[in-house]
């Protein structure tokens, strides 16, 4: 899943940066509300972390504007927003909901909570919610960052992980190489290369042949038998 990180603390979004692309995230940063604006308005991000003190304005109106459709952005995916601010007073909290917001946690914080509030976020209105993903006999384990089929552990890839993960939320459908490199790669991404096709063939031989199917001209799809 890709995530933007809107906070100008250059140490923080560094810090967050690291930690959720170790947790296997695609992430990217910005510094100020014109930054995000402008990453917002050409890459279809799954969640934002927003600060609300910025240097050129506050994550309320970034908020806002997201929620009333003045920031357009593309595709059709509904943005999750969790406000990360050392704001925590009830006014500025009720505020931030009020605004569009789909979480609010207050600095400082521990990044185990940081993530589950993301996973959280992220599972809303798929998979019933659940933090554990099966499709036939394979099952992914979000919190715990592991795959496994028919009981034998999966040995993958962040990026690999991350390509599973989003075809498992969307079993039965085509996902095209470009909502791949989408939401599982980040902005360093080379949109020219190959790197979408390779990891699906690295991982469809780990999970076996047969497992996701190449539908010519239009994407991937996950068909695991039971």
């Not at 940063?29 to 402008?38: I, N, S, W, Y």
């Not at 569009?100 to 976020?121: M, S, T």
């Not at 552990?153 to 095209?176: D, I, N």
């Not at 991404?189 to 031989?205: C, E, H, K, M, S």
Request: with cysteine.
């Amino acid at each position: 899943m890709r995530l933007l990180v809107v906070e100008d603390e250059e140490d923080l979004a560094e810090g967050l940066r690291v930690g959720l692309s170790r947790a296997g995230y695609a992430v990217d940063v910005a510094g100020t509300c014109a930054r995000a604006g402008d990453l917002l308005a050409v890459n279809e991000y799954d969640l934002m972390l927003l600060d609300i003190n910025l240097p050129d304005g506050d994550g309320f109106a970034l908020c806002r504007a997201l929620r009333d459709g003045s920031l357009v952005t593309p595709g059709d995916n509904d943005v999750r927003v969790l406000m990360l601010t050392a704001r925590g007073r009830v006014d500025d909290r009720v505020r931030g909901l009020d605004e569009g917001a789909d979480d609010y946690l207050v600095k400082p914080f521990a990044l185990a909570e940081l993530q589950a509030r993301i996973r959280a976020l992220l599972r809303r209105d798929t998979n019933g919610g659940s933090a554990v993903l099966r499709v036939g006999d394979v099952v992914l384990d979000q919190p715990r960052h592991t795959a496994t089929r028919a009981g034998a552990r999966l040995p993958l890839t962040p990026k690999e992980f991350g390509v599973l993960e989003y075809l498992m939320l969307r079993p039965e459908h085509v996902v095209s190489s470009e909502e791949l490199l989408e939401h599982v790669w980040d902005a360093n991404a080379d949109p020219f290369t190959q790197t979408v096709r390779v990891t699906v063939g690295t991982l469809r031989r780990k999970l076996g042949e047969g497992s996701i199917e190449t539908v010519v001209g239009r994407g991937y799809r996950l068909r695991v038998p039971a």
